[in-house]
Nanobody, 121 residues
Framework: QVQLVESGGGLVESGGSLRLSCSASGSGFTFSAYDITWYRQAPGKERELVAR????????LYADSVKGRFTVSRNNAVNTVYLQMNSLKPEDTAVYLC????????????WGQGTQVTVSS
């Protein structure tokens, strides 16, 4: 059983920063082999991709709305991915969820429960 746990969310003023963590655990789970993606979902809106960091040869991808403000990184030694969020805006308010997926597999595709980020104006 693979478990993903997000942490680091909270309430911050506009222009502030937060650092989210996504920690993974599970018997036989090879964290380094998984692409990790951060998504967010605001009330009444669809879930959207925020940032992704790949396995192997590391590549990163960002939504246009967060480019230059958010940075995704990973530490495979501790099975954790981070999302550094700077210059936060009220429109960044959402539940942030992390996803671990092995390639395009539907079976090896795991989600955390999410962490709330609220940015006040």
């Amino acid at each position: 059983q693979v478990q993903l746990v997000e942490s680091g969310g909270g309430l911050v003023e506009s222009g502030g920063s937060l650092r989210l963590s996504c920690s993974a655990s599970g018997s036989g789970f090879t964290f380094s082999a998984y692409d990790i993606t951060w998504y967010r979902q605001a009330p009444g809106k669809e879930r959207e991709l925020v940032a992704r960091i790949t396995s192997g040869q590391i590549r990163t991808l960002y939504a246009d709305s967060v480019k230059g403000r958010f940075t995704v990184s990973r530490n495979n030694a501790v099975n954790t991915v981070y999302l550094q969020m700077n210059s936060l805006k009220p429109e960044d308010t959402a539940v942030y969820l992390c996803n671990a997926r092995w390639g395009a597999s539907d079976a090896l595709n795991y989600w955390g429960q999410g962490t709330q980020v609220t940015v006040s104006s």
